[in-house]
């Protein structure tokens, strides 16, 4: 069994820190404040010693200040995948997500962030989850069905299976479809990022 795709919306600014400093993205989801161990010489020019210090990392004013709860729950997996893109080859296109490549083979547009959770955590920033958004939109009813028909054509072994797994797969495509709409609606009216994560 796999892990479910779990969504959160983040301001930009919060992005484009865990961008630089991957290394604080657990205190990111934590709500808790980032620190670094520094080295500093102390003391007169005739006796100096190294004294180790612990200091806060200057975050974003809207750092959070409480554990991040997942926003949306996402559990079709590689239906979702194959719905977005029509294939469950790799793509460039913003509709990748959510398998935007393995680490350091990052396709399109998307942001590795540091690893939590089953691993690492990626996102796009604002302007591409408007057009994530308006893509999503624009997917037809019966575009979904026929996708899922495709998807489940590759993936069962026989029509027995195909039958028993349609009408499930389905209601499932479309209920992580509806959450997805929702989430994304609410993030960019707010003007925010898209991140993500399996957990």
Known sequence: MGHDLSLWSVPDAGIIFLQEHPQYTADFFLGRRPTATITETVGHWSFRKKEIKVVDVPTPADWPSAELRSETTLISRGVLYYLLNGTDEKSE???????????????????????????????????????????????????????????????????????????????QVNEDLE?????????????????????
């Not at 590795?112 to 302007?127: R, W």
Request: charged residues 20%; neutral net charge; proline residues 3%.
């Open 93 to 171: 296109a913003l509709t990748n997500f959510p398998h935007v490549g393995a680490p350091g083979q990052i396709q399109g547009h998307a942001i590795q962030l540091g690893a939590v959770f089953a691993g690492d955590t990626y996102a796009f920033l604002s302007k591409y989850a408007i057009q994530l958004n308006e893509m999503i939109l624009a997917i037809t009813a019966e575009q979904v069905k026929q996708r899922v028909r495709d998807w489940l054509t590759s993936h069962t072994t026989s029509i027995e299976q195909f039958n028993r797994d349609f009408d499930p797969v389905l209601e």
């Open 179 to 199: 959450g997805l709409r929702k989430f994304l609606d609410k993030t960019c009216t707010s003007r925010n990022g898209l991140m993500w994560a399996w957990t």
